[in-house]
């Protein structure tokens, strides 16, 4: 039998074991589930012993676990080490959801569950393209798979796991599976990723919560001082209005502004989508070179004082505010972070006490050569796939494994992967293509090959 | 028996009862609350027919119920109304309590419970006073009791409920418990109240939340934009922003500034007690002049995106904001409320659309003349029960029941109360002073002994 047919034949099973990885709320930020996390890797592991891999099993690190499985029969040909993540956003707010975030939904050739698309369907496709060639008698390239449980956090115990597991995980190539598409139709070879650095700030006030009606306009409101704080982050024209956010940003070449130039780009079709009647951002700059070419600064979350149904009359002690940065090449984000930090503080209005939490250690940009042996591979599969070329570019995200990959294993990661832009990754009723997961074990399998020879 | 020993007698008992009515949670801002609110005001109607009152029930409103007794033999008498609520205000962040808000508990002299201060403990402490001179047979006026349970969220239901029941609520005095002294040992006769209007509003930017690695700077973020809006609510002097907003105002006469000056004030004792370092608010006036004289519009909750643990890289679909406002006289609410929406929509951000919504009807300022006879019998007990004559001053919050009194029941509410501004209401940790339970309990009856004559 060949990998083509093995796969047409378990299709419905392996739909089925998509359905059970999903259901498993492996959600990395909330220690509430914790257990579901190593829940998860356990179901992995066991699930790639069964795709016929030699080993595979569950590995500790400092923080959630990483699975760690390989199958190296043919001394002498190509080892492939594969990256990916089996933890899953948070799902907050289940009632913005049209079905539960953890009981998987198939609607119309999609499956709507947290983690569908960012990337338990990406995992399952790989899995499931490497049990075909092995169930089969196909594969002819060794193969290391590493499988961590930290990426929504920003992994971490990544980087210490590696650097202890380095000749593990010596390999010839490293795919990323956690990359996409640009539509259903066109594919896209993903050159690179912005970097990131997050930091958290209080601001405090009174000692306690007050009554709003007594020392209203006699005491700083934090949350007067927090809207004046975070408005000063940015200029009305949308930029960065940080002091020297923007000293090692290199400007975009005239040759890097003509190639961004030929990426497909519907703007009234993408107004549609995100439901916003403009756009907003930094002026001067084409979508695609605001979305990998140039930074941000964004707050992803601001709270504080009373925020249930009806009216409470209080000055709330305190205000908080999560930022994330993204960064593009040459800037570093430890030295983002401290300039961040010290506007903050310069900034920092009256009557309020100012406490900055950097959140993670943050990321520089990753940028690859297209020339890359395994772009190559890649690009052939990928054309060979949808009967068109992808479309090579970066990405607005950030995956901060591929330039530790790089910086620890010595060569480049190939991102490889089938999410598309509007599977509302990060957000309620996230979903995956059952075509794409379709596409994906067919370009796993036919990545594989080519890798082999 | 006279009435003091009555009370000194049943102390531990009064004590006990006091416990079991703040351990009912009867929030009535939020509607799981509901069936609290009704239990507390069984409990109330119930507790005033064991004091001896000839009637006590519970009747229903548009909303939360009333809890209405009465006690009328003395035809000839004057009739004296007291007004109070029994509802208190949420206890949300139940971890910044260092003891549970609805398990009363007496530390150092004070009982500790949401309601203590604002305003179970006064109410209770009228209940008792009244059954003293009841039981005692020493009652000399006739008696009539209006508690609602709406004051927490501006008492949608009670101007409807008094308009219907004028005749049964007609009374030759009225006294508002809703109300307090200016310390332990230095007596206030409370002249008035600022008025208050609310709302709340949203923005909305993308249909649903967004990937803040692939859309941030692309599209307007809307925590971005709620900073700049309500940043805009106030210029850097501390005055509103929004224009309009003073038009009605009166400057501070001469005659008033000088009569402010009077009021002990200590600055460093204030920040001590709030925990600030500095104060801040509108130039050019005192503190006193500032709670009570002039205007604010204050954030009472702000929020959007993520406030979990850890980091959620995402720009939410909207953000949001809680506004009041206290008034002076002049100022009219509704007036104030489209001024702060017009505001609003003048300063709404690119790339985000607007919805406000009125949360309260509002209520004027409110003032009383100090030569009126209540306010003269109120201020002979205040000096006889601290040995001082009553500092005679305005307050900082709002009691929008008192114009709503005034304008349906055609005279001046007196306002009598114990609680002091240090008790943390609104806030956690609420307490009262045992000593001011029992100087409240003493107050009382003599106040009711002095309208008697």
New interface residues.
Partial sequence: MNWKDYLAQHQATHLEEFRTFLSIPSI????AHAEDVRRAAAWLAERFRRAGFAQAQVMPTAGHPVVYAEHTPFPGKPTVLYYGHYDV??A?NPERWDTPPFQPTVVDGRIVARGASDMKGQVMAFLLAAEALIQTGTLAVNLKVLIEGEE???SPSLPGFIQAHRELLRSDYIINGDSGQLSETTPLLALGV?G?C?LEFDLV?????????????????P??A??????S??SPD?RVAVAGFYDEVEPLSPTLREWYKKIPWDEEEAKRK?????????EGYT?WE??TG?P?L????????????????????S????I?C?LVPHQNPEKIVALVKAHLEAHCP??V?LAVHV??AGAPAFRMAPDHPGCQAAKEVLTELYGVPPVETM????VPILSTLKALLGHDPVSFGFGL?DE??????EFFRLSSFEKGKQGYAMLLGRLAR
Avoid: C
């Fill in positions: 990395s930020a909330q220690p956003q948070p907050d929504e956090i920003s912005r990131i997050a006030g009174p000692s306690h919560d007050l009554h709003s009606g007594t020392w209203g306009g006699q005491v700083q409101n949350l007067h927090i809207a004046e704080l975070v408005a982050l940015h949308g995100l439901g916003v009647d403009e756009f907003f951002g930094e979508p605001r979305m140039r941000t964004e707050v992803n979350g601001m709270w504080g004082g009373y925020t249930g149904p009806g009216t409470m009359t209080v000055i709330p002690s205000a908080h505010a999560k994330t993204r009256k009557g006490r959140r993670e990405f607005g995200g950030s832009e509302r990754i990060h957000s309620p009723n």
